[in-house]
């Protein structure tokens, strides 16, 4: 079990961006990982979003694609995730997870990951 810190939501205007992060704290690391970013909208299922595999390898679901951006540094063990253009249909709320070694294809399953940060709420107005 890791534990996982979430920040950097809050409400911006379509078309805006925000920066997550997601810190793991002390005494942990990100190393042979494989961490990711999940949202859950009122009335929807969780989807996963973005993530990256311990060896650098990303997946991105197809509402995202070309406008977010996963990453990873490992010196200072925090995630981000850089979103751009958003648009009123990415307004959730956003976890970080982690967990050892996650296959490629199922990068993306919530189901695969045990470590959970609490959330940070993302919102878009029109």
């Known amino acids: 079990h890791v534990q996982l810190v979430e920040s950097g939501g809050g409400s911006v205007q379509s078309g805006g961006s925000l920066r997550l992060s997601c810190a793991a704290a002390s005494g942990y690391t990100y190393s042979g990982y494989s961490m990711a970013w999940f949202r859950r909208a009122p009335g929807k299922e969780r989807e996963g979003v973005a993530a990256i595999g311990s060896y650098g390898r990303t997946r991105y679901a197809d509402s995202v694609k070309g406008r977010f951006t996963i990453s990873q540094d490992n010196a200072k063990n925090t995630l981000y995730l850089q979103m751009n253009t958003l648009k009123p249909e990415d307004t959730a709320m956003y976890y970080c997870?982690?967990?050892?070694?996650?296959?490629?294809?199922?990068?993306?399953?919530?189901?695969?990951?045990?470590?959970w940060g609490q959330g940070t709420q993302v919102t878009v107005s029109s």
């Open positions: 997870a982690a967990e050892p070694s996650v296959v490629w294809w199922l990068l993306l399953d919530g189901n695969e990951y045990n470590s």
